[in-house]
């Protein structure tokens, strides 16, 4: 059984760091995209970032325009890790963060599929961040 599973969420002041962590299991996600999403109360889930493999031991990443330069992305040792690093959170940051993995978006693909939900094929349950002002 194919599983992701997010861990690291918590709650934090504006202007704290948080990590989190996604662990897939159940099959090999070397040559899978992973990403990340979040949800806000009351809001559509949105995406966030995804890393895509490019060959050998190299991946690409794609960012949403409004967390570059705050949150950073990366793969583990392991490749069926991912990884957020979200710094200089906002209260507006508060949501649950999806983790998913998808086998349709390569380095070859452009921004739009990168984002688009229907592209990624498993999904963990969610991580609550909660930002306080």
């Known amino acids: 059984q194919v599983q992701l599973v997010e861990s690291g969420g918590g709650l934090v002041q504006a202007g704290d760091s948080l990590r989190l962590s996604c662990a897939g299991s159940?099959?090999?996600?070397?040559?899978?995209?992973m990403g990340w999403f979040r949800q806000a109360p009351g809001k559509e889930r949105e995406f966030l970032a995804t890393?895509?493999?490019?060959?050998?031991?190299?991946?690409?990443?794609y960012y949403t325009d409004s967390v570059k330069g705050r949150f950073t992305i990366s793969r583990g040792n392991a490749k069926n890790m991912v990884y957020l690093q979200m710094n200089s959170l906002k209260p507006e940051d508060t949501a649950v963060y999806y983790c998913?993995?998808?086998?349709?978006?390569?380095?070859?693909?452009?921004?739009?599929?990168?984002?688009?939900?229907?592209?990624?094929?498993?999904w963990g349950r969610g991580t609550q961040v909660t930002v306080s002002s």
């Open positions: 998913a993995a998808s086998a349709n978006i390569g380095s070859a693909s452009d921004q739009r599929s990168a984002a688009d939900q229907q592209m990624y094929d498993y």
């Open positions: 890393t895509t493999w490019s060959g050998g031991s190299t991946y690409y990443a």
């Open positions: 159940g099959r090999t996600f070397t040559d899978y995209a």
